[in-house]
């Protein structure tokens, strides 16, 4: 019988990716972006030669691990381009767990429909950089419209966090700048500097880029830091 969902990763156990529980994350192919720096290429461009994981395989794990995982990561690709996404999430949720979604934003009227059904526990939301850096660090035709409901949807859900990942065509200024337009929208509860890795990159270009050092990853955080309730760096 085909598949009702369209996975193409599964990692059962992660400590990593919900700050402080036990997860199990869920890979869903595709992206909407063409993210220079994007180390999911064979996730977003060639996924038809990625094995399809059967959910049935991953409810199976998920009833028997009850006790051991504390909730499920969904990710990408881009979970939102799918219709099919809050099937899944209520299957998910009929077993019990908890729900975190990673997204970049770009789907404000499916992350509003999801979190009215009160399938997410959790959203990591990808800010790439400033809204007038967007389209060339995404390489992508974008409705910077759209990125903004996102946020605004997330200031007044509450559960949410914001993500940068720190290539290094994202500058010191445009840092300031997509700051102070979450700080002046109330939308700081976190945001967290993600590190920059120079291999297996969707723009072949970026693998020779050179990453910020740590030190100045430690400086750029400084700067946002006071605007934030939260705040740190990862991937270092
Ligand atoms: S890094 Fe960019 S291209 Fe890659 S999955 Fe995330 S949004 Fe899509």
Redesign the pocket.
Known sequence: MAEKYLIKGFVPNSLVDWDGKVSSVIFLPG?????K????KQ??ERYDKLENVSFKEIREYLKKNQDFIDGVVIT???PCLYSWINDLCKEIKALGFEIKLET?GSFPEKLQELLKSKLIDFVAM?I?TSFDNYEKI?QSPIDINKIKQSISILKDFGNYEFRI?MFPEISKENLIDISSYLKENQANKALFLQQFRAENC?DEQANSVKPYQAEELQALLELIKPDFAKSGLRNL
């Open positions: 992206c909407n972006f063409k993210c720096y994007c180390h999911n996730l977003v990408g690709g881009e970049n990808d790439k995404t990942t969707l």
